[in-house]
């Protein structure tokens, strides 16, 4: 087999979260994330010359092939007139790993189509100036917070009037950080490693009618703009309540849906109100984050990571599966 093409891109986790689409994958909202590092999916593209115009495409995801991603990624390649004249003249199989386990609290399509978007844009030629916007652009049609991941530490997505360069169609990276943000650590304490419930698809759907819907999309906005002033000026206590109040409204968003439903469980709540204690009772810079799920991520700078060590140790002790050690990274790589 040919040379592949190679795309390494990290999954990010939603500081300010994106909840509600319209059109084509375009958000309701602005959103703002921290890329993450370690967690990552490779993909390798192999591609050889074919003949007859009928499209030949296979997925291999860890070793095995995927029917279900097979057809997932072939409907989303199909959907970009960018990638038709390689799906139509070339044999094309994919093959792609994640560095992180299953289900563990990392949105795994944000690096997945981060990583699929680049290597195809990387096959189909697109002159090199424009190739992160473009490909920040293409990844977003596949799941709208991939289009973050190409940027880091951190990065916005969603037009916002005071943000000059802002755009709904792809991310921007968040240029003016103040220096105690810049190594930023996140620990995901994983409560459950089951599939959720409900899928994001369905959640973003729910804000379509959501009784909630029009102050939520406004108060999202208003923590982005909020959360880069804090970055810039470095005020870790706004940056704590955005966060948290973020987590929050998402999960609240769920739980007053008309189809109302509950990712959090009980652990969640504990692990969330141990860090308030901690925090009151340090006055360290920690706080939370909430996924679309129950899994608890504890953001913080790189300087205190041995006190959060010792307070995950003493202090979690029922519920917890596992722990799984992420920092702030600067986006992918594609070659
Ligand atoms: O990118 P999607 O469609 O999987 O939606 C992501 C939604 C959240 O992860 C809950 C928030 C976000 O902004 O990443």
Not at 144 to 152: E, H, L, N, Y
């Given at each position: 087999m040919n040379q592949p093409i190679t795309a390494y891109y990290p999954s990010n986790i939603a500081l300010v979260k994106y909840w509600g689409k319209r059109d084509n994958q375009l958000p309701c909202n602005a959103s703002l994330s921290m890329t993450l590092s370690n967690a990552r999916t490779a993909v390798k593209l192999y591609r050889t010359e074919k003949q007859d115009r009928g499209i030949a495409f296979s997925y291999y995801f860890e070793g095995r092939q995927n029917e279900a991603f097979r057809q997932k990624v072939l409907r989303y390649l199909l959907g970009q007139k960018e990638f038709s004249d390689l799906l139509n003249n070339y044999a094309i199989r994919i093959e792609s790993e994640n560095s992180f386990p299953h289900s563990a609290g990392i949105a795994s399509s944000a690096s997945a189509f981060a990583a699929i978007a680049a290597a195809f844009l990387k096959a189909s030629g697109t002159a090199e100036d424009h190739f992160t916007r473009e490909a920040s652009r293409l990844a977003r049609l596949g799941s709208?917070?991939?289009?973050?991941?190409?940027?880091?530490p951190f990065s916005l997505w969603g037009r916002l009037e005071e943000v000059a360069g802002s755009s709904d169609d792809f991310a921007i990276p968040v240029l003016q950080i103040h220096e105690c943000f810049q190594n930023m650590r996140d620990t995901i304490l994983i409560v459950e490693d089951r599939p959720k419930a409900v899928s994001s698809s369905r959640g973003h759907a729910l804000m379509e009618d959501h009784p909630l819907a029009k102050a939520r999309f406004q108060q999202a906005d208003n923590h982005c703009k909020d959360l880069l002033f804090a970055l810039k000026s470095g005020d870790f206590d706004a940056f704590i309540s955005i966060t948290e109040r973020e987590a929050l409204s998402l999960h609240a968003m769920m739980m007053t849906s008309g189809d109302y439903y509950l990712l959090v469980k009980p652990a969640t709540i504990q692990i969330i109100e141990q860090v308030f204690r901690f925090r009151k009772e340090t006055g360290l810079p920690i706080c939370f984050s909430l996924d679309a799920g129950p899994n608890v991520h504890l953001l913080y700078p790189e300087s205190i990571r041995d006190k959060v060590d010792s307070f995950i140790k003493n202090n979690i002790k029922s519920g917890l599966k596992f722990v799984v050690y992420d920092q702030a990274g600067t986006g992918g790589t594609v070659f």
């Open positions: 709208g917070s991939a289009c973050r991941s190409f940027f880091g």
